[in-house]
């Protein structure tokens, strides 16, 4: 009997840490990599540590002319403007809002230099939706992301 009980408080435990594991190992199904529409970029989205959504450049289709990394020339700010864009943090501050949602973030363009307001909707498991706005919603735009390796 006291056999019994041991094996069960193993397994209870084991069970225990099993479970705990998968809660914290589950990743969220916008983290990952993705393309952008044009295909020009792949972008990875994590959760940081405060809860929060990011995306950075992790890969770029062409180096500019001169074989040498693109930089970051469009930035308003005239200081950011040699920062390489390969690393290039574009995502900030996402908040999961709903099932499929996130929201409260910002999405930066290196093509124009500019900063949106931005909203995510996970359409399914291969397609991301990104909106870009000034503003409300309404005033912006959509593109299409696919999830990449």
Same mark, same amino acid.
Request: charged share 25%; net charge positive; proline share 3%.
């Given at each position: +009997?006291?056999? #019994?009980?041991?094996?069960?408080? @193993?397994?209870? @435990?084991?069970?225990?840490? %099993?479970?705990?594991?998968? %809660?914290?190992?589950?990743?969220?199904? !916008? $983290?990952?990599?993705?393309? /952008?529409? $044009?295909?020009?970029? #792949?972008?990875?989205?994590? =959760?940081? *540590?405060?809860?929060?959504?990011?995306?950075? !450049?992790?890969?770029?289709?062409?180096?500019?002319?001169?074989?040498?990394?693109?930089?970051?020339?469009?930035?308003? =700010?005239? /200081?950011?403007?040699?920062?390489?864009? +390969?690393?290039?943090?574009?995502?900030?501050?996402? &908040?999961? %809002?709903?099932? &499929?949602?996130? $929201?409260?973030?910002? !999405?930066?363009?290196? *093509? &124009?230099? *500019?900063?949106?307001?931005?909203? +995510?909707?996970?359409?399914?498991? /291969? &397609?991301?939706?990104?909106?870009?706005?000034?503003?409300?919603? +309404?005033?912006?735009?959509?593109? *299409?992301?696919?999830?990449?390796?």
């Amino acid at each position: +009997m006291l056999k #019994k009980i041991a094996a069960f408080s @193993v397994f209870t @435990v084991a069970l225990l840490f %099993a479970t705990v594991h998968f %809660a914290f190992a589950q990743k969220d199904k !916008i $983290e990952g990599f993705w393309l /952008n529409q $044009e295909k020009e970029a #792949k972008v990875e989205v994590y =959760k940081a *540590k405060n809860g929060k959504f990011y995306g950075k !450049i992790v890969w770029l289709k062409e180096p500019d002319r001169n074989g040498k990394p693109k930089l970051d020339i469009n930035n308003q =700010k005239e /200081n950011l403007r040699t920062q390489p864009i +390969m690393g290039l943090l574009i995502l900030k501050g996402f &908040n999961k %809002a709903g099932e &499929n949602t996130y $929201e409260d973030g910002t !999405i930066y363009d290196p *093509k &124009n230099g *500019k900063t949106y307001s931005c909203k +995510m909707t996970w359409e399914d498991a /291969n &397609n991301l939706s990104i909106r870009g706005y000034v503003g409300i919603s +309404m005033l912006g735009r959509t593109t *299409k992301w696919t999830r990449s390796q």
